[in-house]
């Protein structure tokens, strides 16, 4: 890893000085960070969890990622000083800055957006030529065609334009579910790469009703797996779509589909890929999310790396993982284009025998955006550009989103949910997507899309009792915390405006929430009814889309006068490494 | 997708399984569990299906103790897409298989299915259960007399906000 420290600190450097510069002379100047030693016969590029970013963001990584059990000060539950210090990253650096929240404001200033897919082209290009495009190849790990209002109204399409040019050739999916299968299908015939995953298959009935599947006879909708030959040697790249699709989001989009783990299908198509089809390295392109990732590895054998996603954990180093059968590597390469994973393999028959990976951050300012893919991103957003950029507000104060519990951006939308549907309370999703807006930056109609561009953004306003709304808490912090990951979703807790309460994450589901108090100083009480808002449910709603309701607010300009904030105080968790100090 | 001959291969898998589980569902007796009842001259387990508790329902139907087993499988999702119909099957590598039960924990009633393994028959059951709340489900596997159980717990969850 010497090498690596050794670019990471020139970068810090070079992009600090650059900022001097005119930007063109920054982009062909210093890129030398992405000067790579050559090792092994073949490279293997991801990206995962873009979220649909065409452009670059700014986007701040959690000041709360909190692990419980064996995954107390664990990664990717790290963050922070204590991220920096386990990763050896220098706190002034570039690098401190695209993969933590440390002094996220001040670096923002320093360094500029990360991610946009023209600077993205430019690198993966640039990675591919290296090493000889044959042998190399350019996977996604899903959640690639949602998070803007773009994507949401072209259902995907301009996604598709795009990873064909990058030059994608096989990805798996979570949001992409969410278009329905007919969308899905319709985007796949125009995708030039292939559509990967084992663990997708026919519900019973479906089957039955003969409906359409890659294998008819185990049932599984999409191809598991292909095989590219690298550096003179067969990869397998076996596809692991989020296990949790018709449970997270409306089982309307996917009825005919069953999802889950599917461990022991898994191991025996790696079985399989290794007997029958004598592949000398086995991938899983996942996007179980690294908690799971990590335990999956401990038991399933036969996989050399697991190049994950979804929980969107930019994780500088591979974990390595033993198991009965030998050691697997879990990567997590972060989220909404900010980084772009490299791993080099040296292949040898039947077996990988070393291995270099790198999470290589894409600093917008120190590459040159490529002409072709420019040019596609204006084609595709010329049509609803104009509509989305009418400056909605200024807001004085960092809004971002990622974080355990809360962060500004949700606070925001639960306050203007509460305020223009008339709720005592609101409840709104903790997703992990949704970019960040410094504070004075001018917030349009795309950027409040980029937090809200669902197919199910319909608001609610509802009567709940106390108990109710406590069950919620509790069943959606099981879903962050339970000891098992199995048993996790991988998504964060669902933020709540107008309440505070006290979590105990390490408690056991329904005495991990307690004190639950309104606003106004009032206990909730178990039996009462309150009226709660909210938006993004998995029961059918039909209320107007969220994106409208919190631009109506954002309008009013009352945001600027109110407080934001949500009281969560946190049991149990003194010194966790999951908190920034 | 279409077929011009023969049965799909579709079709057939679901046609195998249902040879081997009979009928699918809660309180329907498997056809050959009937004739398998008639040899045994076991009587249809009322009380054990009226105890709300597991361990009286377990003491009902068989009256002995059991010990977890490897050699029991038991399939069943770590979260239910839908709590009304979670599919949860078992295999066994156990000998001299004659019955195979399936409770749910915390359900109103701990006894959800049970069936009789006929001599000769494939020690395999595939059914969906009804659970009400996050619980264990354990199934356990009458072999040569003695009882094997694998137990699971399986989420049972209000659903959405994913990642």
């Known amino acids: 890893m010497a090498i690596r420290r050794r670019d990471f600190l020139k970068a810090a450097g070079l992009a600090a000085a650059s900022l001097s510069l005119p930007r063109l002379a920054r982009g062909t100047d210093t890129a030398s960070i992405y000067e790579l030693e050559r090792f092994g016969n073949a490279r293997i590029l991801h990206i995962t969890d873009a979220h649909a970013q065409l452009n670059p963001v700014y986007f701040r990584e959690p000041s709360v990622n909190i692990g419980i059990g064996e995954m107390a000060g664990r990664p990717p539950h790290l963050v922070g000083r204590a991220f920096l210090e386990r990763f050896g990253i220098r706190p002034d650096s570039a690098d401190a800055y695209a993969f933590t929240c440390f002094e996220f404001e001040k670096s923002a200033g320093r360094f500029g957006k990360l991610g946009g897919f023209a600077h993205l082209k430019t690198l993966v290009d640039r990675l591919r030529a290296d090493v000889g495009e044959k042998d190399s190849v350019l ?6 065609w949602q998070g803007t209002g773009l994507a949401n109204v072209m259902q995907g399409r301009d996604m598709v334009e795009v990873a064909n040019l990058l030059g994608i050739e096989a990805m798996t ?35 039955f009703n003969d409906a359409r599947a890659f294998d008819p006879a185990t049932g599984r909708v999409f191809k598991p797996s292909f095989i590219k030959e ?27 589909w069953t999802f889950g783990i599917r461990e022991e299908e898994l191991q025996k198509h790696v079985d399989a890929l290794r007997g029958t089809d004598k592949v000398d390295a086995v991938i899983l392109l996942s996007h179980n999310g690294m908690d799971v990732d990590l335990k999956l590895a401990s038991r399933v054998t036969g996989i050399d790396v697991i190049l994950g996603g979804h929980t969107h954990d930019a994780v500088p180093q591979p974990i ?107 409840l709104s999703p903790g997703f992990r997507w949704g970019v960040t807006a410094l504070s004075g930056q001018a917030l349009t109609m795309e950027d409040l899309l980029a937090e809200t561009a669902i197919t199910y953004p319909e608001t609610y306003v ?56 309104l606003n106004n100083g009032k206990a909730i009480s178990a039996s009462h009814r309150y009226k709660v808002a909210g938006w993004a449910s998995v ?39 999951g908190i920034a100090g | 997708m279409t077929t011009t001959t023969g049965p799909h291969p579709t079709r057939r898998l679901i046609l195998q399984g249902a040879a081997s589980v009979a009928l699918l ?68 590598t156990l000998d001299k298989v004659t019955s195979i039960s399936f409770f749910v924990a915390e359900n109103p009633f701990a006894l959800a299915a049970s069936y009789k393994i006929p001599d000769g028959t494939l020690p395999s059951i595939a059914n969906r259960l009804k659970m009400a709340k996050t619980t264990n489900v354990t199934a356990i596997v009458e072999a040569d007399g003695k009882l094997y159980s694998a137990t699971k717990e399986v989420k049972v969850t209000v659903g959405g906000c994913g990642g």
């Not at chain 1, 996977?139 to 690639?144: I, K, P, Q, S």
């Not at chain 1, 690298?230 to 005919?256: E, M, N």
């Not at chain 1, 709304?469 to 933020?495: A, T």
Request: charged content about 25%; hydrophobic content about 40%; proline content about 6%.
């Open chain 1, 539 to 577: 029961n059918g709603q039909q209320g107007a889309p969220a994106w409208d309701v919190v631009g109506r607010y954002l309008r009013s300009g009352r945001m600027l006068q109110e407080r934001l904030g949500t009281g969560i105080a946190l049991k149990g968790v003194d010194g966790n490494p």
């Open chain 1, 139 to 144: 996977v996604d790990g899903g959640d690639l």
């Open chain 2, 25 to 92: 569902g809660l309180g329907n007796l498997p056809f050959g569990a009937i004739s398998a009842l008639a040899a045994a001259n076991d009587k249809y387990p009322d009380e054990a299906f009226k105890l709300k508790n597991e361990a009286d329902a377990i003491k009902a139907l068989y009256g002995k103790t059991v010990e977890p087993s490897d050699k029991v499988k038991l399939d069943a999702p770590e979260i239910a897409e839908n709590g009304g119909v979670v599919p949860i099957s078992v295999t066994t």
């Open chain 1, 230 to 256: 690298l550096g003179g040697h067969r990869v397998a790249i076996v596809g692991q779509a989020f296990p949790y699709v018709p449970i997270a989001h409306p089982k309307r989009f996917t009825p005919d």
């Open chain 1, 462 to 517: 509802q009567e709940m009792t106390g108990a109710e709304i406590k069950n919620v808490l509790e069943d959606v912090c099981d879903n962050l915390f339970n000891p098992d990951p199995y048993y996790q979703q991988g998504g964060d807790m669902v933020r709540a405006g107008g309440l505070s309460y006290t979590c105990t994450p390490a408690d056991a589901i329904g005495s991990r929430i307690s004190e639950l108090t």
């Open chain 1, 320 to 426: 390595p993982v033993k198991n009965a059968g030998g050691t697997t590597l879990v990567t997590n390469a972060g989220s909404n284009g900010k980084f772009l994973g490299v791993l080099d393999l040296a292949l040898d028959k039947g077996k990988v025998s070393d291995v270099r990976y790198r999470l290589l951050p894409v600093y917008s300012e120190l590459l040159k955006p490529d002409p072709a893919m420019a040019e596609l991103i204006g084609r595709v957003r010329a049509p609803h550009v104009a509509d989305w950029s009418e400056k909605i507000a200024t807001p004085d104060r960092l809004l971002y989103r990622r974080g355990n519990f809360t962060g500004p951006m949700d606070e925001l939308i639960c306050t203007a949910l509460r305020t223009e549907l008339d709720a005592e309370i609101a």
């Open chain 1, 173 to 207: 999916g979570h949001w992409e579910f969410t278009y329905g299968e007919q969308v899905l299908r319709d985007n796949l015939e125009r995708f030039k790469g292939e559509f990967l995953a084992q663990n997708v298959f026919l519900t019973e009935e479906a089957a």
